[in-house]
């Protein structure tokens, strides 16, 4: 009997020690600081570990990380290593003063790399104690890596973005979001290609159609190689020049 009631007090007693606990730790506060500062390593990384995600292949994978000195007197930063020699690891300042911070930037490229990377970054200071830091991003692929071996936006892969989608679409204002957006920006107000809005609709006609002679700005009618039907560039001049 004594067991089976045991069990039942048992609870109550945990259920009440934990209702009691945020009470008893601000009692306790200034020792729970002594503790914290206890744990803390003399030299520290924030974070541990830092995750970017995902990262276009050849674009840098760039993280700021903080290295904390929790000691007592300056330190000054007399190593700072990366697990491989494609990681840069730069520190606004070497000396750290005492319960000071600097910003520690790591940036890897990304050229030749794929799906899930780890990259690790080990600091010492001058009192001997040591750090680490791992970054970690998964490479996507990139079209645009290999820009220069096409003859045009319409050739080869691109094709699949750059001039596949376009076909089937009526709206012209989604064949502009869908075919143009990407380099002339939302709205036509200009991005990597420029503003569109200052021209009338026969010269955006014209130069739809036929192009302006560059690979990225190739003429979009079908008779010069394009995805669009007459009627779609028709539509899409009128459109874009109506835009305010
Ligand atoms: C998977 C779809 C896709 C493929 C394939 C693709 N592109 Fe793009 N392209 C885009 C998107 C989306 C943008 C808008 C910018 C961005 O998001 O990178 C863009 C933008 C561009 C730009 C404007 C500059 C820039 O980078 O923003 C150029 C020039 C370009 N593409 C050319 C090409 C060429 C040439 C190819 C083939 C080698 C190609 N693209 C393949 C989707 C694609
Ligand atoms: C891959 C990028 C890209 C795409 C996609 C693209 N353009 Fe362009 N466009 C350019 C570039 C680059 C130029 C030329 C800029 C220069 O000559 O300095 C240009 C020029 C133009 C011009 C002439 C601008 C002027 O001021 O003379 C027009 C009009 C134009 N584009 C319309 C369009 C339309 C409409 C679409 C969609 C059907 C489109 N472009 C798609 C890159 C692009």
Known sequence: M???????????????????????????????????SQQMPALHIQPARYDLGDIKEGEAAIATFIVRNN????????????????????????????NGFTQLKVAV????????????????????????????F????????????????????CASCHFQPLKAVVEPSKLYDVGCAMCHGEGATGAYAPDLRHLDTQTLTTII????????????????GGPLSEQQIHDLAIWIASLP
């Open 109 to 136: 490229d990304t050229t030749a790399k794929q799906e899930g990377i780890k990259k690790a970054v080990y600091i010492t200071d001058s009192l001997g104690n040591k750090a680490t830091a791992t970054l970690t």
């Open 2 to 36: 004594v067991k089976y009631l045991s069990i039942p007090l048992c609870l109550f007693l945990l259920s009440c020690s934990q209702q009691e606990q945020p009470q008893t730790e601000v009692k306790q506060e200034p020792t729970a600081d002594k503790v914290v």
């Open 209 to 224: 159609a036929q192009g302006v002679g560059k690979p990225q700005m190739p003429g979009f009618a079908m008779k010069h």
């Open 71 to 98: 000691s007592k007197q300056a330190i000054e930063l007399v190593d700072i290593q990366a697990s491989c020699g494609c990681t840069a690891a730069e520190p606004d300042s070497y000396i750290i003063p005492s």
């Open 138 to 157: 998964n490479v996507v692929s990139n079209p645009h890596l290999k820009m220069g071996a096409v003859k045009g936006i319409f050739d080869g892969q």
